[in-house]
Each structure stands twice: as C-alpha cells, then as structure tokens.
C-alpha cells in the first residue's frame, strides 16, 4: 500500500471463540456465551474509511460492506453489496447492481447514490495517509437509478474491482459523513455484519450482529468485543488467563514459538499456522555511490543466506523469498533463487572484482525499530554478520522509530534501508507497480519504462487475472537484473486461540483481514 501503515509482520497473528447456538444456559447466560473477547495490538487510527489506508481495515471489514470483497479461499472478488462486471471490452467501464433492500444501520436506504459519496468523498477530502491513491485510475462515478452505478476510468485497469474490495472503499451513510469533511464524533453507521455498539479509543470497540444486514458472510457468533492492548506482553498474558479467547495482530516471533509448546501454561491453546502474504525485502538508493553500483547490489543479493535469516530472526515465523510477488500469489517465482543460487562468497568477490571493486565496500542500512516488529533489529543484525563475515562488506546500521526512520530514507540518507509490505489486494500487480517509475512508495524513483510503460498496461488490459502471468514473470525478471529491490522473506499468519475454537482457520480473508463472524466454538455441549 502507498501509504499504508504495515500490519505487523512474521507475526500476523489471528483468530478468535465463540459459543455457537445450542446451550443448556437461561436466555441471559446463553446471551453472554454468545459473545466472544478478541485481543490485538493494532487499533485503528480512524474510524472513518476516507482517511485509513492501515489496520484500521480490520474493524471497517466488520461494520461496513463494500460493493465487492475477498470471502475466505477467493482468489478474485466476489459480490458483497454489487454484482459487478466490465461492461466493455477494454477494462475501462466498470458496471456495478446493487442487491435488493440493502440498509445501513440507521435504517436510511443503501442506494447508488450513497456509493457515489463514498468514494467521492474519498477523492474530495484526500486525506494524509488515507486510501486517495488507490483510485489513480477512476475518472468518474455515474449512476443509473437507485441500484446502478457505473466507474469510468482514464485508462485500462482489470485491478479496480481489487481496489473496489478491499476496506478503503466502504460504504457510508451519506447523512452521517459529509461530502468534504472527516467524520469525528467516534461513531459508525455502516451496513456490515455488525454494528459498532461501543468505542473506547485505543481500549475497545464491541460490536453486535446487525439484524438489517443483507451481504455474504455467514455469521456465526452474536457479538464480538476487541480488546487493544499496547504491547504484546499484555496480550498474551491476558490471553493465558482466559481474560480474552483469542488474539491476532501483534504477538513476536518469540511469542508464537513460546505458545506452540507444550508446556502448562499452554494447556488449552492452540496456534494454527498458514501462508501469509506480507514481504519483507531490501531498497538500494540509486543515487548513493556505492549502493549505486550494479555490482555491489548484485554482490550483497550473491551474499544474503535467506534460510539463517529467518531461522536466526525469526525463527521459523517467516520462509524465504525470492521474488518481490510472494507464494499464494499469481505470477509468484524464484528468479533471485535461480538467478543466485546457494550464498557464495567467492561468486560475490568476483562480481566485485570484476566491476573493478578491490576493498571493502561500506554501506549503511536503515530500519524502522518500531514498524515490522521487535525482530527487525535482529533481522538487520543477521545481515550485518553475513556481509561482514565474506570480508568484502563493511556495514554500519541505523535503527529509527517509524516516523524518523521515513523522513530519512526520503531524504536519502541510507544507502539500504529495510521496507514491509502488506498487499491492499491480493494481485500480483500490487507488487509491483508501487516500487517501480518516478514517483513510487520509497521515494526513490526507479523509471523502468518496459514495466511502467508496457508490461503492466498490457496486464492491466485483462479481466482474466489468471492471464497475466507472462507480463509478470518478465517484470520480475527485470528487477532481478537491477536489484534495485531485494526480496527478503516472506511473513507466516498464525491462529492463537482456545483449542476450543473453530474457524479460524476461515477468519482471515486474502487480505489476511480478519473476519470475525468465521469464528465459533467448536462445541457448546
């Protein structure tokens, strides 16, 4: 994402419980039992979609609908409040069909014009670090009557129902959220599966199911609390005393392995493991004078030992990467892998030598200490000793809170620097065009005119994602070549939670956003 604020990564956590229908309980206790405690360390930033492009998608994804979405084991998006398609031939007129009898909360009319202000508003209000960047390529909103609405875009784009799924894109309630102002009063009025019942900022948000929603998520609970917590520690202690059922977002890589073994304070959990799409990869600054250097990238990519990496820094919460778009995804490859091979010193001191490069080169790396999770430092710790350990690198690290640390990769003050990534949509697009042409994510511009100017508007021309590949498999070929971006690793998703709980196992969508109504006991007898 542009601008996005990274959810924590190698330690994506999710889950949650619940008690479903049958119970021997009164009505009061079987009401209570029917509610589940969720914890997490990433709470929202805003409660308003027109200005998060960050976590706070978690909770929009619950409160509100969008006109497409990401059901758990979709690869493309599927109707939620629209039946939407292409309506020309070019992937430039995009047709969305409202279902019948759609309401908000508040009991107003969900019709095409409140679509149009939403995404409007979006667009009018373009809010600093809010979702504006995603509608690049829309021109205009029309609507035909009460239930159609048409997107015109300025160019071919088959990613734009992606877009048009993901949180940023929920829809509100006109009367409720002007047209060219934030809403600021810590209320919602959507028309998900839940309702937001009560808000604590950075403490709790309850939600309840929604008895006027019309959408596809089969709800499997009656309410939901989330609980934010400031750091993990809290969290699973809360989480070992039974004070919450389950908790996602936040635990470190130290915390998950603690929690998979079998020892007594474990007794009744349970951590499930699955594919997860966050990366984590290395930026060169074109304009250093060392990081500049075909040769030296290539010899710092001929060093890197991806395998100790993980194992050392993460310790197995993360699997190597070899191409900027991760396993799970289409177009996903190993080209650096292939290109590569095994770590060797003596193939990187020819690569140098060859470039006329006979003393040690020193480079400085950047990261952000406060970002990615507590193990960054000992990811760039573990790239220090591998590099220096050849004897053909000489590295200096400079760790910064997030905010710091982006004011200074900007400016251009790190040769390297360490960046995470989280997917606004699962496509193999969203790899790649955010790092590449003049202006992109890291402020470094990288015109690679083949991909700007050919590859991915030749990909973006095809409604058939699956037909992509070629277009892809080429551009990842070319930042094989440069090594202007080096993939890293990609992050794990983990299921923490009672072993009492079922669903987890669904609750993440392929945003790995989470879906709290996949979540129930797994027996209530």
């Known amino acids: 994402m542009f601008n996005r604020t990274s959810l924590q990564v190698a330690a994506a956590l999710a889950s949650i419980s619940l008690l479903a229908g049958c119970s021997l309980f009164g009505d009061d206790e079987a009401e209570a039992e029917n509610k589940i405690v969720v914890g997490t360390t990433s709470s929202p930033t805003t409660l308003d979609p027109a200005a998060a492009w960050d976590s706070s998608w978690e909770l929009y994804r619950n409160v509100f609908q969008t ?75 029309e609507t035909s009557g009460d239930k159609t609405v048409i997107f015109r875009l300025k160019e071919s784009d088959a990613t734009f129902p992606f877009v048009l799924a993901t949180p940023a894109m929920s829809i509100v309630e006109p009367a409720s959220y002007p047209a060219d102002e934030l809403r600021t009063d810590g209320k919602v009025v959507g028309s998900g599966p839940y309702t937001l019942e009560n808000y604590t900022e950075g403490q709790e948000a309850a939600l309840v199911k929604n008895p006027s929603y019309k959408g596809y998520a089969d709800r499997k609970n009656d309410a939901v609390t989330i609980r934010y917590f400031g750091d993990s520690e809290a969290m699973v202690a809360a989480l070992k005393k039974k ?47 060392q990081a500049g250097k075909p040769a030296v990238r290539k ?8 395998g100790a990496l993980v194992a050392k820094a993460y310790r197995g919460t993360a699997e190597p990467l070899y191409s900027m778009v991760p396993k799970g995804i289409a177009g996903h490859t190993t080209l650096f892998f292939d290109q590569y091979g095994d770590p060797s010193v003596d193939k990187a001191r020819k690569i140098l030598r060859k470039a006329g490069i ?122 094989v070549e440069d090594v202007r971006l ?29 879906q709290m109504w996949e979540l129930h006991r797994k027996t209530s007898w």
Not at 299 to 306: K, M, N, W
């Open 67 to 141: 006109l497409l979405s990401f059901p758990t084991g979709s690869t493309t998006p599927q109707p939620d409040a629209a039946d939407c398609k292409f309506s020309d031939a070019v992937s430039k007129v995009y047709q969305c069909d409202l279902r019948d009898g759609l309401t908000f909360s508040s009991g107003a009319k969900l019709d095409a014009a409140a679509v149009k202000h939403s995404i409007e508003r979006i667009r009018a209000i373009n809010a600093d670090g809010g979702p504006n960047g995603l509608l690049g390529s829309l021109e205009r909103i």
């Open 243 to 289: 004070e919450i059922d389950a908790t996602y977002r936040g635990l470190t890589a130290e915390e998950v392995v603690d929690l998979s073994e079998k020892k007594p304070e474990n007794e009744g959990l349970q951590v499930v493991e699955s594919t997860g799409a966050t990366i984590h990869y290395l930026v060169f600054d074109p304009q250093d004078p």
């Open 299 to 306: 010899a710092v990519a001929q060093l890197i030992d991806r």
């Open 358 to 479: 006979d003393e040690p080169v020193k480079l400085t790396f950047g990261y952000a200490t406060d970002r990615y999770g507590s193990s960054t430092a000992a990811e760039f710790a573990e790239i220090k000793r591998q590099l220096e350990a050849s004897g053909l690198f000489e590295v200096t690290l400079v760790g910064k809170p997030w905010k710091e640390f982006q004011e200074a990769y900007q400016k251009g003050d790190y040769p390297v620097f360490g960046r995470g990534w989280f997917p606004d949509f699962p496509d193999p697009d969203n790899f790649i065009a955010p790092f590449v042409g003049k202006e992109n994510v890291h402020n470094a511009p990288y015109e690679q005119p083949e991909i700007t100017d050919q590859l991915l508007p030749e990909s973006r021309r095809k409604s058939d994602r699956a037909a992509v590949t070629t277009q892809f498999e080429r551009a990842q070929q070319i930042l």
């Open 486 to 514: 080096l993939p890293l690793w990609q992050g794990k998703l983990y299921v923490a939670a009672s072993e009492e709980i079922g669903g987890g196992e669904r609750a993440l969508d392929p945003q790995t956003v989470m």
